[in-house]
């Protein structure tokens, strides 16, 4: 098998298996060098398509309780399963971001959220995603088990599980967002934040 990261532009394996053939005739793509393109490409060989492969946008909140607690989800799927992230998921092609923020939060909390100031932005190139993170406040519903979430939990800016954080983008979402609603802590420890998973 190929090696995907370095010999498909980057490609992750999560990805792989949407982008292994032509979407207009059928032929295996093949990745290598395109007329007119400054980069290495997917393109097939029998029709000349041209598979442009771009990261996706991944919509989170920070749900926010009235006394300043943040709501994390203990991950029932993977990747990260069974540790801590804030809810969200892939923005889907017939939603607007907020929509999608909405959404997510009360698929996997069952928190209504009224999403606010974005808190940040984060790419991931392994993973192939940008992240966004909004800060969002509770308006209605209530904390429950989902299909997505072993647990949910609110957790103040200085006990924040940092070693249990399921993905880096969300240990710089939670950074941010601690270090805005309480500049006065320390920002956590670099060794004390556990990455298995680059997300
Ligand atoms: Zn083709």
Redesign the pocket.
């Known amino acids: 098998m190929t090696d995907l990261r370095s010999g498909r532009g980057g490609i992750p394996d999560w990805l792989e298996p949407m982008v292994r053939f032509?979407?207009?005739?059928?032929?295996e793509?093949a990745f290598g060098p395109i007329e007119g393109e400054e980069r290495e490409r997917l393109a097939?060989?029998?029709?000349?398509?041209v598979c442009y492969v771009n990261p996706r946008l991944v919509v989170t909140t920070l749900p926010v309780t009235e006394s300043g607690e943040v709501i994390l989800i203990r991950r029932g799927i993977a990747p990260g399963l069974g540790q801590w992230a804030q809810p969200g998921g892939f923005l889907e092609i017939d939603e607007t971001v907020r929509d999608a923020a909405i959404r997510e939060t009360l698929e996997e909390t069952g928190l209504e959220v009224e999403p606010g100031a974005i808190v940040g932005l984060y790419s991931s190139v392994p993973a192939a995603v940008v992240v966004v993170a909004f800060e969002s406040r509770i308006v209605g519903g209530a904390p429950a088990i989902t299909r997505e979430s072993l647990e949910t939990r609110l957790f103040a800016p200085d006990a924040i599980p940092w070693p249990d954080i399921a993905f880096e983008t969300s240990s710089r979402a939670l950074r941010d967002w601690v270090a805005r609603v309480r500049p006065d802590l320390p920002s956590p420890d670099p060794s004390t934040i556990h990455r298995p998973f680059v997300g």
Do not use: V
């Open positions: 032509c979407s207009r005739c059928g032929g793509l097939c060989p029998s029709c000349g398509f």
